[in-house]
């Protein structure tokens, strides 16, 4: 599964491909069982949309779907800020900064692919330790999406400035060490409201 949901997100099977179990099974040499699994799975996650009579196809992102990820984004990271704001200690915040930092390293390096993920293990830390199990289901949920917008989000702006997430997530973990919740719901929607508009550039009009 692993190796679709990447071609996937990286823009090999691209918005509207039909995905073909045979031609998959084939290609992973496996059965035709764990392909299924996969593709279910998969269509859980977002990237896949399934029609009983002509099989599955990658999903063709919206405007509409965009802002509703992104919005919903929005709502789960505050919620775990209100979990979390009161109980993140120094090493918790010293991890945070070091996330920034090697994240920064690899921009400096051009190496993108692992920029995007540390980008959201900067978030998904914030997230686990809320320790909210229903959270933590609805965030992995929207991760794969939110990775596959990126994607497109790259091919529609070749120059983006990657610092601007350095700059988000110092503003995030400023709001943490202030514990200052309002402050930090600001900064959530702000960024979430930028980067929706940022991928919705690469959406098909």
């Not at 995905?19 to 996650?45: F, K, Y």
């Not at 399934?50 to 919005?71: H, K, L, P, W, Y």
């Not at 959201?120 to 959270?135: D, V």
Request: aromatic fraction near 6%; charged fraction near 30%; proline fraction near 2%.
């Amino acid at each position: 599964m692993e190796q679709i949901r990447t071609a996937i997100i990286e823009g090999r099977l691209k918005p509207n491909d039909h995905i073909v179990e045979q031609s998959l099974t084939e290609q992973l040499g496996v059965s035709r069982t764990p392909v299924r699994e996969a593709l279910i799975l998969l269509e859980r996650e977002g990237l896949l949309v399934a029609s009983r009579n002509r099989g599955c196809f990658v999903r063709v992102f919206t405007q509409e779907d965009v802002e509703a990820i992104f919005s919903m984004r929005t709502a789960l990271e505050n919620f775990a800020g209100e979990l979390v704001i009161d109980r993140l200690n120094a090493d918790d915040l010293a991890h945070l900064e070091n996330t920034i930092e090697r994240q920064q390293k690899f921009i400096e390096k051009g190496d993108f692919k692992n920029v995007r993920s540390t980008d959201m293990s900067f978030h998904h830390f914030l997230i686990k330790k809320s320790e909210h199990p229903l959270l933590s289901r609805s965030w992995a949920e929207l991760v794969a999406q939110i990775a596959a917008l990126l994607y497109v989000r790259a091919e529609a702006i070749p120059d983006y400035d990657e610092y601007l997430a350095i700059r988000d997530h110092q503003a995030i973990v400023d709001a943490y060490h202030q514990r200052d919740l309002d402050s930090l719901r600001a900064v959530n929607k702000r960024i979430n409201e930028r980067v929706a508009r940022e991928c919705c550039l690469g959406l098909d009009t």
